[in-house]
């Protein structure tokens, strides 16, 4: 496993699940990063992080985007303070502040609003403060480790990348199989619809009827040629080696994938509707089965 200057995990594929988790403390002060992720269309950031914190959102999605394309990942801060040491003090500036405001609020006479009182302003939010939240640990020390729970959530991703990898490739093998079934059938349909043309033949007119052989291959090899899967096939093969090709290459492939499951998809579809065999039918029956389980399995790819 290689990372890049961005601490990005390369050279392989990424799941879109992952969880990472990490510690960190500074004197009085502890904190935990969690970070969970999903799959998702695109990338979808949600960071929850107490607001003393500076900036820990707006630093944390930055940090995310140059990571990670795809998935809905959740972050959340939580941050604690030894209580021993830690004891309520007042933000005198905006103590002061509301007071200065409220003695220039003039009220009607009549309306029976009470004076302010000092324990009522204190329970305004931001005029006590518990603890060290205005020390600049409690403020920045958190942020240092955003590199790091980024990078262990990017090798969770990665690692569950490898096992999705070898479930893609196994049923890309199921794939490539049936497609091999497919082409020996495919072989046998010309002299099957010579044999059932010519019976349909001698059920309408007769046994004794005088039905040249060559008509009857001539009709066959007709109707051969509108059944003719040799193309679809042919795709569904190099579909499997690009699919391949892709997973080996690594990076955000999510998308190429998403879209080679429809082309996956239209052959299969074409291979069905021009089968002129039930064998072959219940082979394209059991092709597109496999296509959506690798279809389901893609989209878990970032």
Known sequence: MASNSKGTWVEMISSMTGFARVEGHSGDVSWAWEARSVNGRSLDVRVRAPSFVDQAERKTREALVKYFKRGTIQVVLSVEQI????????NFDVLSGLISDLSKVELPEKVPIEPARLDGL????????TGNSDNETIRTAPLTDIPALLDSLAKARVEEGIRLAAVLDEILTTILELVHQ???????QPERMANRYKE??????????????ERII???????????VTEELDRLTAHVAQAREMISSGGA????LDFLCQEFNREANTLGSKSADLSLTRLAMDLKTAI???REQAQNVE
Not at 182 to 188: F, H, I, P, R, V
Not at 218 to 228: N, P, R
């Open 83 to 90: 209580e021993s040491v830690s004891r309520p003090a007042i």
């Open 122 to 129: 204190l329970q305004i939010r931001g005029v006590l403060q």
């Open 182 to 188: 497919a082409k020996s059938l495919a072989l046998q």
């Open 200 to 213: 349909a033949i001698i059920n309408l007119i007769g046994e004794t009827a005088n039905i040249p052989e």
């Open 218 to 228: 001539q009709e066959a090899a007709t109707l051969a040629i509108k059944v003719d």
């Open 253 to 256: 492939i999510g998308r190429r």
């Open 292 to 294: 959506d389980a690798f």
